[in-house]
C-alpha cells in the first residue's frame, strides 16, 4: 500500500508496494528542487529533480510533485524494491546572498522488505 | 566521466589537532560546495564557491574552518582546532553551473574527533 502524508523520518514498506515519501520546504522563492538518494557509506545519489514552473515530473519508476501553495514536494516511487532501501532527501535552490544554494530538508529512511 | 573525488576517506583525530580535506570536482564544474553531514541529519552546508571565489560562507565556523580554492578547480577544508562535534562526514560536491542542474557528491570523508 502507499503511505501519505507529512514527513516521517522512517517509512516500511514491502517489496512491490509503492511509496510516498514527503518533503516541506521553506522558502516560496526557491526555484529548482531536487530529490537525492543516500546508500549508507556513500554521498547522495541524484534521483530526479522538477523547476517551480511544473507540478509533476516522472522518471523510470519516480515522480516528483510539487505543490508550491504549501511548499510541499513529494517523491513516488512505483513498484519499490529491496535496492530502494535507503536514506531520501529533498533539496531546494535557495537564493543567498550571492545566487542561490542547494540546502536539504530532513530526511526519510526506506526500508523495504521481501 | 570521472565522479567527484574525495579524500581521505576516513580520519581519526584527537580534540584540538588539525585535519585537512581534499576534493577534485568533476572537470569543468564551475561550483563547488562542502558539507558537513553529522550521523542521522542532512547535509547541512558550509560553503560554496563558484570557480575560484567564495559565494556563501554563512555557515562556516571560520573561527576554525577555513576551505580555499585556488585555481577554480581543487578544494580543500581545514579544521584548526578540531572539536568532539566536528565528527561528521564531510561531503563535497560540483555542479556546472550554479543552481540549474544538480550538484554531484563525492562519496565523503568521515571524520571522528576523540
Known amino acids: 500500500g502507499e503511505n501519505v502524508g507529512l514527513h516521517l523520518p522512517t517509512l516500511s514498506v514491502q517489496e512491490g508496494d509503492n511509496s510516498i515519501i514527503n518533503c516541506a520546504y521553506s522558502?516560496?522563492?526557491?526555484?529548482?528542487f531536487i530529490w537525492y538518494k543516500q546508500e549508507s557509506g556513500k554521498g547522495p545519489q541524484f534521483i530526479i529533480d522538477i523547476r517551480s514552473n511544473m507540478d509533476k515530473r516522472q522518471g523510470q519508476r519516480v515522480t516528483v510533485l510539487l505543490n508550491k501553495t504549501v511548499k510541499h514536494l513529494s517523491l513516488q516511487i512505483a513498484a519499490t524494491q529491496p535496492g530502494d532501501s535507503a536514506v531520501y532527501f529533498c533539496?531546494?535552490?535557495?537564493?543567498?546572498?550571492?545566487?542561490?544554494?542547494?540546502?536539504f530538508g530532513k530526511g526519510t529512511t526506506l526500508s523495504v522488505s521481501s | 566521466e570521472a565522479g567527484v573525488a574525495q579524500s581521505p576517506r576516513y580520519k581519526i583525530i584527537e580534540k584540538r589537532q588539525s585535519v585537512a580535506f581534499w576534493c577534485n570536482p568533476i572537470s569543468g564544474h564551475a561550483t563547488l560546495y562542502w558539507y558537513q553531514q553529522i550521523l542521522g541529519q542532512g547535509p547541512k552546508l558550509l560553503i560554496q564557491?563558484?570557480?575560484?571565489?567564495?559565494?556563501?560562507d554563512s555557515q562556516l565556523p571560520k573561527d576554525r574552518f577555513s576551505a580555499e580554492r585556488l585555481k577554480g578547480v581543487d578544494s580543500t577544508l581545514k579544521i584548526q582546532p578540531a572539536k568532539l562535534e566536528d565528527s561528521a562526514v564531510y561531503l563535497c560536491?560540483?555542479?556546472?553551473?550554479?543552481?540549474?542542474?544538480?550538484?554531484?557528491f563525492g562519496q565523503g570523508t568521515r571524520l571522528t574527533v576523540v
Open positions: 560536491a560540483s555542479s556546472p553551473i550554479m543552481g540549474i542542474t544538480e550538484a554531484f
Open positions: 522558502n516560496s522563492a526557491s526555484d529548482y
Open positions: 533539496a531546494e535552490n535557495r537564493a543567498n546572498q550571492a545566487g542561490t544554494a542547494l540546502i
Open positions: 564557491f563558484q570557480n575560484n571565489g567564495v559565494v556563501d
